[in-house]
Antibody, heavy 118, light 110 residues
Framework: EVQLVESGGGLVQPGGSLRLSCEAS????????MNWVRQAPGKGLEWVANIKQDGSVRNYVESAKGRFTISRDNAKSSLYLHLNSLRAEDTAVYYCARAWVPGTLEVWGQGTMVTVSS | QSALTQPPSASGSPGQSVTISCTGTSSDVGGYNYVSWYQQHPGKAPKLMIYEVTKRPSGVPDRFSGSKSGNTASLSVSGLQAEDEADYYC??????????FGGGTRLTVL
């Protein structure tokens, strides 16, 4: 079964950094745009960033620009999200998701929790 | 504040039908046939239920259907079952971002 597994979440102080990873299995990772979506506790979904198949195009939500960096390693079937200058409002479950067509996230990971607190 | 507007709640009795709306603008819902719907049970990851406005992924019951008129998309669930109780989110491609979401609708099966 196609699978995405996130890791790297945890507790970090405001201003700190974290790297999230998402490992893909049982599909050709390099064929797909990949995304990060987050969900703050008790809140709705927020799209964060995406990256083209070859890594040549990256898009970010305004609140992530300049602080977060999305990257991928197709040889390792892995997606990453580097989080810098973290704020309390970045506290959320972070999901990676595969995109097949625009506006469609067809496969999701189970999520990894990021808590920003002193 | 979410880009797309959904009612916070909806409800129906088992066997009944319910429709959830998702209102955007001509820059997202109205401008593209790339509207999707996601079901999320508590503590679980979202699951794709509808894509490209009306299409159902393999394995999604045909009790779930999608439609769009102008800047408003809708998700309809017929023959409500207890397991349909969940949060539902709409999503759309947009001019500004590759993906925007609605604020979510909690569906309660009475």
């Amino acid at each position: 079964e196609v699978q995405l597994v996130e890791s790297g979440g945890g507790l970090v102080q405001p201003g700190g950094s974290l790297r999230l990873s998402c490992e893909a299995s049982l599909f050709t990772f390099s064929n797909f745009w990949m995304n990060w979506v987050r969900q703050a506790p008790g809140k709705g979904l927020e799209w964060v960033a995406n990256i083209k198949q070859d890594g040549s195009v990256r898009n970010y939500v305004e609140s992530a620009k300049g602080r977060f960096t999305i990257s991928r390693d197709n040889a390792k079937s892995s997606l990453y999200l580097h989080l810098n200058s973290l704020r309390a409002e970045d506290t959320a479950v972070y999901y990676c998701a595969r995109a097949w067509v625009p506006g469609t996230l067809e496969v999701w990971g189970q999520g990894t929790m990021v808590t920003v607190s002193s | 504040q979410s880009a797309l507007t959904q009612p916070p709640s909806a409800s129906g009795s088992p066997g009944q039908s319910v429709t959830i709306s998702c209102t955007g603008t001509s820059s997202d819902v109205g401008g593209y046939n790339y509207v999707s719907w996601y079901q999320q049970h508590p503590g679980k990851a979202p699951k794709l239920m509808i894509y490209e406005v009306t299409k159902r992924p393999s394995g999604v019951p045909d009790r779930f259907s999608g439609s769009k008129s102008g800047n408003t998309a809708s998700l309809s669930v017929s023959g409500l079952q207890a397991e349909d109780e969940a949060d539902y989110y709409c999503g759309s491609h947009s001019d500004i971002y590759p993906m925007v979401f609605g604020g979510g609708t909690r569906l309660t099966v009475l």
